[in-house]
């Protein structure tokens, strides 16, 4: 079964950092498209990011709101993809999923990891 | 990119069908077959319902099934049983630079 497991969630004040893991079992993160959707508290989810498996290049697309300040890679060699993000505001405080799609669907998810951007 | 519009809260009896909406535009679930269908419990992560407009994962019941016409999506539940009071959500490809956007949920009470 595929596993997926984030962490590096917490609480950091406006204009910080802060970089999410996922770690993946049953699922060879090279091999996968690997996305990030987050979902605000109380609300609904939204689409961050994607990264594609490498035999398409590795390709990353980003949503809008956080193009030019997150950053999805991936270590092959640990299984493990990152989301690093930077220049934090209250507006991305949010649960931070991983999940990996399969033709335009979003196959398996983490557990998500709370994010919670406050002075 | 504007989220896919929902019917905040639909509810029905026990063993009755309902159907949930989910509503974009041409150039997302109007354009793609990419549809697909989400059920959260509550504290719990998203779980894949229905693919690519009307197909059921392994292990999903075959009381869900989705279909499409034109812009809108829908989602329908029959024989409804208490497990399956959660939240849903729709998502869609787009194509643009946002790649996907999701619908703005819908709530499901068994009444």
């Known amino acids: 079964d595929v596993q997926l497991v984030e962490s590096g969630g917490g609480l950091v004040k406006p204009g910080g950092s802060l970089r999410l893991s996922c770690a993946a079992s049953?699922?060879?993160?090279?091999?996968?498209?690997m996305n990030w959707v987050r979902q605000t508290p109380g609300k609904g989810l939204e689409w961050v990011g994607l990264?594609?498996?490498?035999?398409?290049?590795?390709?990353?697309h980003y949503a809008a709101p956080v193009k030019g300040r997150f950053t999805i890679s991936r270590d092959d060699s640990k299984n493990t993809l990152f989301l690093q993000m930077n220049s934090l505001t209250t507006e991305d405080t949010a649960v931070y999923y991983c999940?990996?799609?399969?033709?335009?669907?979003?196959?398996?998810w983490g557990q998500g990891t709370l994010v919670t951007v406050s002075s | 990119q504007s989220a896919l519009t929902q019917p905040a809260s639909v509810s029905g009896s026990p063993g009755q069908s309902i159907t949930i909406s989910c509503t974009g535009t041409r150039s997302d679930v109007g354009a793609y077959n990419y549809v697909s269908w989400y059920q959260q419990a509550p504290g719990k992560a998203p779980k894949l319902m229905i693919s690519?407009?009307?197909n059921r994962p392994s292990g999903i019941s075959s009381r869900f099934s989705g279909s499409k016409s034109g812009n809108t999506a829908s989602l329908t539940i029959s024989g409804l049983q208490a497990e399956d009071e959660a939240d849903y959500y729709c998502?869609?490809?787009?194509?643009?630079?946002?790649?996907?956007?999701f619908g703005t949920g819908t709530k499901v009470t068994v009444l």
């Open positions: 990264i594609k498996s490498n035999s398409y290049g590795g390709t990353i």
């Open positions: 690519d407009v009307s």
């Open positions: 999940t990996n799609e399969t033709s335009g669907s979003f196959d398996c």
């Open positions: 049953g699922l060879t993160l090279s091999n996968a498209w």
């Open positions: 998502s869609s490809y787009t194509g643009s630079s946002t790649l996907y956007v």
